[in-house]
């Protein structure tokens, strides 16, 4: 036996994955390919699909395509009667249009009766049901998400810059509990070249903050929302299903982003997801809300430039009133495509069994490249949270949790409201009002032309079976 195959095969011991199937290698001929982008989940697992195909003989390709566009693309490969990809990541708000259409494979019977080796009851329950539609789980987690503040711990806690920002403000610097915190916060940091900070000359500007405020792919929407969520506001009227983004919550969020593009990089109008994170990564802004899937890259070396010059602190979303809020919860997950064939599905489930499983979640802890975690025993380990201190606040926001966007219009909002929203911000649109009744009326009007109670039932978060 090579050396390549007895340390894949230990590693299926340590995950408790083998079995007579497996040593036969019963997949043996099956070829797999993903739909994917470059999600952690995904380029942590790449460079060792080839364990897999070690254990099952089933081959697996990964392919890694931009995030705008990617829905549509899985779409049309659940469309085809012989798709070239059985395998989707798919972003938990995608479940609606999908679930609808019968793009993926349900799930549910699988998880049901693999529970025990999957350790279902570890998994964080909002995790699961993210990627559920009508009840039925579409889509298994490959990396939980909450949406929270990073910032920057070494700042904060600089005497100077302590002392400076509560004679300016008249209270302690302490990462922000309301959103006027944290546009005061904004503000102070905000720092031209030649401004000291922390006792050194700054070389460059230095920024208070760095959100996303793109049009593109609906980017700002996705700052925007949990902004509106810590505000108590909801997508949707629950008496009629329709759009409920322009109520005061919704303007108050807008208020909110409005006000911070003043402490944003000059570029803020351009910035998605990964260019806005790739300001904290590099240690150019003081703090800046996202998605926990981009914060584990703040404590690798390899990946951030941060934790060689200072470190990185972590803390839940502020809100409106500094009460805790729920939370806004994600999953970036993997799915089987409905039209493959029904052994490559079965190679599919082993697939995503193998790599979401609570052993590989580990190991990617240990071996210090991380995913944003969704296994209770993992983010609750001691060693684990001082090595990955933002495990904690992972696993104590979603006690309080609610589901992302669900909706079969997904698209559609994000779409609408990421043009609205950008204007606004822009100066294009002349207030926040202005900018979420003209959103909420393009929604409306392709909502109107269904019936109620298909728009309510749309709206209905059904628990998922699988907890039956």
Excluded at 171 to 186: G, H, V
Aim: negative net charge; proline residues 5%.
């Amino acid at each position: 036996m090579n050396v390549s195959r007895t340390l894949s095969l230990a590693a299926a011991l340590a995950t408790g994955l083998t079995g007579a199937a497996w040593a036969e290698k019963e997949y043996e001929g099956v070829e797999l390919k993903m739909l994917a982008i470059g999600d952690t989940s995904v380029t942590r697992l790449a460079p060792i699909v080839d364990e897999f195909t070690e254990l099952t003989g089933a081959k697996v390709q990964i392919d890694m395509f931009p995030y705008p566009g990617l829905i549509d693309k899985i779409v049309i490969e659940a469309s085809a009667n012989n798709p070239s990809y059985q395998l989707m990541w798919v972003d938990s708000p995608w479940v609606g249009v999908l679930g609808e259409s019968g793009a993926l494979e349900d799930l549910t019977d699988l998880v049901k009766r693999d529970a025990e080796e999957i350790h279902l009851d570890d998994i964080i329950p909002i995790q699961l049901q993210e990627n559920t539609w009508q009840g039925r789980l579409l889509a298994f987690p490959a990396s939980g998400m909450i949406w929270h503040i990073n910032y920057r711990k070494d700042l904060f806690e600089h005497p100077e810059e302590q002392a400076a920002f509560n004679k300016r403000y008249g209270y302690d610097l302490a990462p922000a509990k309301t959103w006027d915190q944290f546009i005061d916060i904004a503000e102070f940091f905000t720092r031209k070249a030649g401004e000291t900070l922390a006792g050194e000359v700054l070389a460059k500007d230095f920024y208070g903050n760095a959100q996303a405020y793109s049009r593109v792919a609906g980017a700002i929407t996705h700052d925007f929302f949990p902004i509106m969520r810590s505000f108590g506001g909801q997508y949707w009227d629950p008496q009629t299903g329709l759009c409920a983004i322009d109520r005061e919550p919704g303007l108050k969020a807008a208020e909110v982003m409005k006000e911070l593009a003043a402490y944003n990089p000059p570029d803020y109008l351009g910035l998605m997801w990964d260019i806005r994170t790739g300001y904290m990564e590099r240690g150019e802004v003081a703090q800046s809300g996202y998605w926990s899937v981009r914060t584990v890259r703040l404590t690798n070396p390899d990946e951030a430039v941060l934790p060689t010059i200072g470190e990185a602190g972590y803390a839940p979303s502020p809100t409106g009133d500094g009460n805790p809020a729920d939370t806004m919860t994600g999953a970036l997950s993997f799915a089987i495509n409905s039209k493959a064939s029904d052994r490559e599905k079965e190679a599919a489930w082993e697939f995503i069994k193998w790599g979401t499983s609570r052993d590989m979640m580990r190991r990617f802890a240990n071996e210090g490249s991380g995913v944003s975690q969704f296994h209770k025993s993992i983010l609750s380990d001691s060693e684990l949270q001082k090595k990955y201190p933002y495990y904690q606040v992972l696993l104590e926001t979603q006690e309080r949790a609610q589901r992302r966007i669900f909706h079969p219009f997904y698209a559609d909002v994000e779409e609408v409201f990421g043009v609205e929203l950008n204007k606004y911000m822009a100066g294009e649109t002349e207030s926040a009002q202005e900018a979420l009744t003209k959103g909420c009326t393009k929604v409306n009007t392709r909502l109107k032309v269904f019936p109620e109670e298909m728009r309510l039932r749309w709206i209905n978060d059904v628990p998922a079976e699988i907890f039956d």
